[in-house]
T-cell receptor, first 116, second 115 residues
Framework: AQSVTQLDSHVSVSEGTPVLLRCNYS??????LFWYVQHPNKGLQLLLK??????LVKGINGFEAEFKKSETSFHLTKPSAHMSDAAEYFC??????????????FGQGTTLQVKP | NAGVTQTPKFRVLKTGQSMTLLCAQD?????MYWYRQDPGMGLRLIHY???????AKGEVPDGYNVSRLKKQNFLLGLESAAPSQTSVYFC??????????????FGPGTRLTVT
């Protein structure tokens, strides 16, 4: 069975400093992994996705994530935080079932606070 | 393209009342999903559909029903609302393509309060 764990429920950084949001996954298959961002009172927007191509995935707004199979991790990083990055971030793994339903499993979310 | 839209955006119900949430997508996606979002729990799948006329249960289906009479629409119904159904509801849609990793596109959400 697949699962995903976001290791921090809340991360606080200063503007201009690096961001690291940690995610571990469990999957019997080679998974597809996603990071979504949700700004306050908004829907979810895809930041980036991993689909078994390059292990270093670049996304929008300067974010990137590295798929590490040996560590079963898919951590999200950004070199320099901006105030507009303050939001909730979800690490997501696809469910590999025989029906190919496209179902996803969401982590609990990490709230990123950016201080001026 | 409007993408995925949801109506209404907000709703307050009394216990026992019924309502229907409407989701519409204009991307010709085969797959559609309904989630609920509660604090500290991420998003949990209520029901989903892999094509017009088909629906299936997700992780938390109790108390909800769905219908997919048209490819572009996915309706979520609450027959007898309970306070435990107070939540934010999101609809999503995706292509039926493993090559695209079933990337899901989300609507803006409906905030439902049951008193």
């Amino acid at each position: 069975a697949q699962s995903v764990t976001q290791l921090d429920s809340h991360v606080s950084v200063s503007e201009g400093t690096p961001v690291l949001l940690r995610c571990n996954y469990s999957s019997s298959y080679s998974p597809s992994l996603f990071w979504y961002v949700q700004h306050p009172n908004k829907g979810l927007q895809l930041l980036l996705k991993y689909t078994s191509a390059a292990t270093l995935v670049k996304g929008i707004n300067g974010f990137e994530a590295e798929f590490k199979k040996s560590e079963t991790s898919f951590h999200l990083t950004k070199p320099s935080a901006h105030m507009s990055d303050a939001a909730e971030y979800f690490c997501v793994v696809s469910i590999s079932d025989s029906g190919n339903t496209g179902k996803l499993i969401f982590g609990q979310g990490t709230t990123l606070q950016v201080k001026p | 393209n409007a993408g995925v839209t949801q109506t209404p955006k907000f709703r307050v119900l009394k216990t026992g009342q019924s309502m229907t949430l409407l989701c519409a997508q204009d991307m010709n996606h085969e797959y559609m999903y309904w989630y609920r979002q509660d604090p500290g729990m991420g998003l949990r799948l209520i029901h989903y559909s892999v094509g017009e006329g088909t629906t299936a249960k997700g992780e938390v289906p109790d108390g909800y029903n769905v219908s997919r009479l048209k490819k572009q629409n996915f309706l979520l119904g609450l027959e007898s609302a309970a306070p435990s159904q107070t939540s934010v509801y999101f609809c999503a849609s995706s292509h039926d393509s493993a090559r695209l990793a079933y990337e899901q596109y989300f609507g803006p959400g409906t905030r439902l309060t049951v008193t």
